[in-house]
């Protein structure tokens, strides 16, 4: 079965730095991964994904995610952190061998980002 | 496309009566999803449906919930009776395809049972 870990509850980092949210995931075959982040009160929104291709991959508001396949890690990263980046942050992986589909979800990560 | 609406937005209700939380998935979508968020447990997946049809159900806590999907743009998850236990903020997510695509939230339920 997949799974996804997410070593840090918390993050916290002053604004202007950069920053990296962790995540580490165990599929057999092929993994597709994705970030999402949820503000308070509200749904998951998606950030990113990663299916085929360039190990490094960009998405929404600047943030940028790479896939390495021997570490079997997908860490969230950006250049320069914003106090309005302050959110819980979720890594998930999906595996297609099956034909099903299925999303897992780490245990989150809270991003919190001082002025 | 409004994206994935979920009513109630907030349902407060007292322990042992019953729950029903309603989705509306984006049209077009053929895989639908129910998820429950706590603290303690996290993001955790209920069911998931594919063309209407319940395909793993296994993260279903117990008997006392159920979930349907009549037809492609309504379902619900029903939770019958209600316990304190299931206080949670409840989200169903909607997925075009077998994966290639992200799945998109709704905006969640937030149960809480007294």
């Known amino acids: 079965a997949q799974s996804v870990a997410q070593p840090e509850d918390q993050v916290n980092v002053a604004e202007g730095n950069p920053l990296t949210v962790k995540c580490t995931y165990s599929v057999s075959g092929n993994p597709y991964l994705f970030w999402y982040v949820q503000y308070p009160n509200r749904g998951l929104q998606f950030l990113l994904k990663y299916i085929t291709g360039d190990n490094l991959v960009k998405g929404s508001y600047g943030f940028e995610a790479e896939f390495n396949k021997s570490q079997t890690s997908f860490h969230l990263k950006k250049p320069s952190a914003l106090v309005s980046d302050s959110a819980l942050y979720f890594c998930a992986v999906r595996r297609l061998n099956t034909g099903f589909q299925k999303l897992v979800f780490g245990t989150g990560t809270r991003l919190l980002v001082s002025p | 496309d409004a994206g994935v609406i979920q009513s109630p937005r907030h349902e407060v209700t007292e322990m042992g009566q019953e729950v029903t939380l309603r989705c509306k998935p984006i049209s077009g979508h053929d895989y639908l999803f129910w998820y429950r968020q706590t603290m303690m447990r996290g993001l955790e997946l209920l069911i998931y449906f594919n063309n209407n049809v319940p395909i793993d159900d296994s993260g279903m806590p117990e008997d006392r919930f159920s979930a349907k999907m009549p037809n492609a743009s309504f379902s619900t998850l029903k939770i019958q009776p209600s316990e304190p236990r299931d206080s949670a903020v409840y989200f169903c997510?909607?997925?075009?395809?077998?994966?290639?695509?992200?799945?998109?939230f709704g905006q969640g339920t937030r149960l809480t049972v007294v």
């Open positions: 997510a909607s997925s075009p395809d077998r994966g290639i695509t992200e799945a998109f």
